[in-house]
């Protein structure tokens, strides 16, 4: 059991075959979540070692509310990435910040290779490598179904996390599979796992916490329940689910379609939210200890046979995931599109990123920068085959071309020409056309994500305000989110837990310490990950915003490039001064 | 009349273990998932959808009938009641249930059973659960059987 005041942390050594349960830190200090996951990484990292290097850390780690109240259902996965060699970190759900809390594990480090491709087994009175050398070149689903078989412990109480051929293959972009219909997707976790042999993760969560004496626990969980379960709060996510942003964002020009080429299409009925739900929605899926339900599962009813042979895909898909491997591509119906997230998935590769790379790859065979010699297939805008055929070249490294273009977009166009419609914010942009905020958060944003900071919103809120209020809502929403991820909370719970609220339910479960600190703590933690990110080589002057962002044209107009570039600057500033 | 928990519309289930976690939090003073009177499974992997392993209400009740200390004893109606101060955490409850419905700790050896107290059935958001009259639920099984 961990206690009050440090972590339980398993570090396990797959050269070794055997691991160590530690104490480690303070949680008055770095909080847990995103806090913990960055100062273990601090605490383990080999610097100056490439991110392929099996010596460096790949960390899992949940906070002190895990599984304690409702949505506080997140994992945080930290490790060097293979796309930019720095400190990265990504977010999954499904049943592993459960199954952890539930193992006794607040943070997994693995460290080494194993000598055979192997799945790694932890929980209550388990901790097992498991030769699984025929599993490898499997994809996701073929792996997690004989991971089930292998594995007959713990069902329903336990996570299954997974590579594909991606993974093994060390594209920079490969995702792991948490649970089957969600990821750690961003930046290369699952290259991690293939460069050190492993393809697979069970914990075992069987066992328990005592909740705290008094009523108050569970009065507050009856609280939050009620509220998230209630018909306002969670609706959007819950009901058409994050897919409703793509006609509200094709509605104000900043949807991106063919590579960005333009942010408005008539065609949008075919791939909106609304379309998805009356066509495909087969149904909902939560993660275990959130009652929103957020998953959406789309059914895909497929011919392959002349006499009525059909078979059956059922695959997740939001907001993201439509954009990467729909509008960007051109594709404009809504079978096709979960058709290609289905063989993207498959095969172990980020959806957004492999969409998006596969965007410019289609401009570039358009414009002559790159020839069929070098894709293989005919990549077309709007043509599903030719992605299809694609992908799995992608995930097979399959010539020097999808060698290049898997480690990234942008290497691919320093390299073939075409950096200048290249979509990278520091990885594969996100859909957000939405403006300056948004280009700038996610180009200099901790994890070149969306989900660093709202600056989609400031973009979206009418008239730009001033550089200063823009980098003072961006650090300030960064805060507060990194505060959440901390906990770790999914950052669909935002509005569900304002800061008392979570000062609150630290509080009745025995953290008095840190809910009178969560203010100076979470700027701590904000700091902790900028000195991390910056000690593992970040540099933000070397990060660019290619020339098609400068060309976009939404409602609100043509981008202003002098406040682009000053908010940059701004940001830059205030980044860097926060790793100071 | 005797009400037992049913399960009655699990097909709407999206595994968010609100239930089971109730259950632990309200009856067994756990936060826990699976220590519980109601576990969800999936069937076999997520997309196969969600199965809840929870007590069927035999009557009698051959785990009432194997635990050799009265701790698992016959409740009027169906299934049983719980006497924790007589359990020595054997297990014998467990293995004697033909439904897998009583879950046992790893730790301890020490079971969770439902006992149909219907404290999880408002923690369901999609209304899977439902306190069923035995008599009138067990009638129209016969009468379309």
């Given amino acids: ?580 | 009349m005797a009400k037992i928990l049913r399960a009655a519309r699990m097909e709407r289930c999206i595994g968010c273990e609100s239930c089971s976690q109730a259950c632990a939090r309200l009856v067994h003073d756990l936060v826990s998932w699976s220590l519980t009177g109601i576990r969800i499974n999936s069937a076999g992997g997520i997309s196969t959808g969600f199965e809840a392993r929870v007590c069927v209400a035999c009557d009698p009740a051959p785990c009432a009938e194997a635990c050799p200390t009265g701790a698992f004893y016959p409740r009027p109606g169906g299934g049983v009641r719980v006497k924790e101060e007589l359990c020595i955490d054997c297990g014998d409850c467990a293995r004697a249930c033909p439904y897998d419905a009583v879950a046992l700790d790893p730790e301890t050896n020490h079971p969770y059973v439902c006992t149909h107290c219907a404290l999880c059935v408002a923690f369901c958001p999609h209304d899977c659960l439902e306190m069923a009259d035995l008599d009138a639920f067990r009638g129209r099984e016969a009468a379309h059987g």
């Fill in chain 1, 1 to 580: 059991m961990a206690s009050k005041g440090s972590f339980r942390v398993l570090v396990y050594d797959l050269e070794a075959g055997r691991g160590d349960y530690e104490t480690f830190g303070n949680r008055a200090e770095i909080l847990g979540g995103s806090g913990l996951a960055a100062a273990l990484f601090e605490a383990h990292r080999i610097p100056d070692a490439p991110a392929l290097d099996p010596r460096q850390p790949l960390i899992f780690a949940i906070g002190p509310l895990t599984g304690c109240f409702p949505l506080m259902s997140k994992a945080i996965c930290a490790f060097a990435s293979p796309y930019h060699g720095q400190y990265a970190e990504t977010h999954g759900g499904g049943r592993l910040a459960l199954a952890m809390r539930f193992a006794h594990i607040d943070a997994l480090v693995v460290r080494g290779r194993a000598a055979k491709p192997s799945c790694l087994v932890a929980g209550i009175r388990r901790l097992q490598l498991h030769d699984c050398h025929p599993l490898w070149g499997m994809d996701v689903f073929a792996t997690g179904k004989q991971l089930r078989r292998m594995f007959r412990f713990g069902e329903g109480h336990r996570s299954i996390l997974r590579i594909g051929p991606a993974g093994e293959n060390g594209v920079a972009y490969a995702s792991v599979n948490v649970d089957t219909y969600r990821h750690f997707g961003r930046l290369g976790a699952g290259a991690i796992m293939g460069s050190r042999n492993l393809k697979a993760i069970v914990i075992d969560g069987g066992s328990s916490l005592p909740t705290p004496p008094g009523r108050d626990y569970r009065k507050l969980y009856k609280k939050c329940y009620d509220e998230v379960t209630g018909p306002d709060l969670m609706r959007k996510y819950h009901d058409l689910g994050t897919a409703e942003n793509l006609a509200k964002l094709n509605a104000i020009s900043a949807l991106p379609w063919d590579n960005m080429k333009r942010t408005r299409d008539d065609a949008i009925d075919g791939v909106s939210g609304e379309r998805f739900a009356k066509d495909q929605l087969l149904r909902q899926t939560a993660c275990a200890g959130c009652p929103v339900g957020c998953i959406h599962v789309g059914l895909m009813r497929e011919r392959f046979g002349e006499q009525h042979e059909y078979l059956y895909r059922q695959v997740s898909y939001d907001y993201e995931p439509i954009f990467a491997a729909g509008t960007m591509l051109g594709l404009t119906d809504a079978a096709k599109v979960l058709t290609l997230i289905d063989e993207i998935e498959r095969q172990g590769l980020d959806v957004m990123s492999a969409g998006v790379a596969l965007g410019w790859a289609t401009e570039a065979l358009e414009r002559g920068d790159v020839g069929e010699a070098e894709t293989i297939a005919a990549l077309r805008f709007g043509d599903l085959e030719g992605y299809m055929q694609a992908v799995g070249h992608l995930a097979a490294r399959a010539n020097p071309f999808y060698r290049s273009l898997g480690q990234g977009t942008l290497v691919a166009a320093k390299e073939y020409g075409g950096e200048d419609y290249a979509c990278v914010l520091g990885q594969e942009m996100a859909g957000y056309a939405t403006g300056e905020a948004f280009f700038v958060s996610q180009a200099l944003g901790l994890r070149h994500s969306h989900l660093d900071s709202a600056g989609y919103t400031l973009d979206q809120q009418g008239d730009r305000v001033s550089v200063e209020d823009a980098v003072d809502f961006l650090i300030e929403d960064e805060r507060k989110r990194v505060l959440l991820t901390s906990m770790a909370a999914c950052l669909f719970a935002r509005s569900a837990y304002p800061e008392d609220r979570l000062a609150e339910a630290l509080a009745v479960m025995g953290y008095d310490d840190i809910a009178g600190n969560l203010g100076p703590a979470s700027r701590k933690v904000q700091a902790l990950r900028w000195r991390v990110r910056f000690a593992s080589g970040f540099e933000p002057d070397a990060v660019t915003i290619p020339k098609r962002f400068r060309e976009v044209r939404n409602a609100r107009g043509p981008i202003d490039t002098a406040y682009l570039g000053d908010l940059r600057q701004a940001y830059q500033q205030a980044i860097t001064g926060l790793a100071a």
